[in-house]
């Protein structure tokens, strides 16, 4: 019962350097999420898609996009890194009719 | 989603019981009101939800008055582990598909 996988766990990147974090659920769910969460801070939503084929704008989408590849699986990309995007990223889904987010555990991205 | 706010942060001690409120004067007739609980470096979980009066499950009470403006979460009888930051999000039920955001959530801090 793996919920929601998100990889890398760990990650270190030069400013300009690109690299996609990976998204996974196996609980069919229809709508998939990205946060970042700096230090001390909560939850902020990058980017997010409601169905499979659709994706959205959440606060913070400037230096990132974003593939929903299938029902399964959410990609977030980060083409140029910036040190500014030193953070945690959390990966989400919900599904239709239920009321419980689940998160991932996290994907630890530093930026030098 | 309906505006919330909740206190920035929170001390308590063993033993004692903590009592956060949220305040959410736009909610909806068809929002129900949630509550996460995210430990550091975890993504985070499901508490509890409710729609008008009290729900209790084996970790928390939900405390929802009639006019449903605002609601309390009640910790009983908090540990050292229930440190943590507590979010409370409001939104309709089948809230999939929508723009979920989280608010800066409660820190709370509970001393020996």
């Known amino acids: 019962n793996a919920g929601v996988t998100q990889t890398p766990k760990f990650q270190v990147l030069k400013t300009g350097q690109s690299m996609t974090l990976q998204c996974a659920q196996d609980?069919?769910?229809?709508?998939m999420y990205w946060y970042r969460q700096d230090p001390g801070m909560g939850l902020r939503l990058i980017y997010y898609?409601?169905?499979?084929?659709?994706?959205d704008k959440g606060e913070v989408p400037n230096g990132y996009n974003v593939s929903r590849l299938n029902k399964r699986e959410f990609s977030l990309r980060l083409e140029s890194a910036a040190p500014s995007q030193t953070s945690v990223y959390f990966c989400?889904?919900?599904?239709?009719?239920?009321?419980?987010?689940?998160f991932g555990e996290g994907s630890w991205l530093t930026v030098v | 989603l309906a505006k919330t706010t909740q206190p920035i942060s929170m001390d308590s001690y063993e033993g004692q019981e903590v009592n956060i409120t949220c305040s959410h004067n736009n909610i909806a007739t068809n929002d129900y009101i949630t509550w996460y609980q995210q430990f550091p470096s975890q993504g985070p979980r499901f508490i509890i939800q409710g729609y008008k009066t009290k729900v209790t499950n084996e970790v928390a009470s939900l405390f929802i008055p009639a006019d449903r403006k605002s609601s309390t979460l009640s910790l009983p009888r908090v540990s050292l582990s229930d440190t943590a930051v507590y979010y409370c999000l409001v939104g309709s039920r089948g809230a999939a598909g929508n723009k979920l955001t989280f608010g800066g959530g409660t820190r709370v801090l509970v001393k020996p």
């Open positions: 609980m069919n769910h229809n709508s």
């Open positions: 989400a889904s919900i599904g239709t009719g239920r009321d419980t987010i689940y």
């Open positions: 898609s409601a169905s499979e084929g659709t994706t």
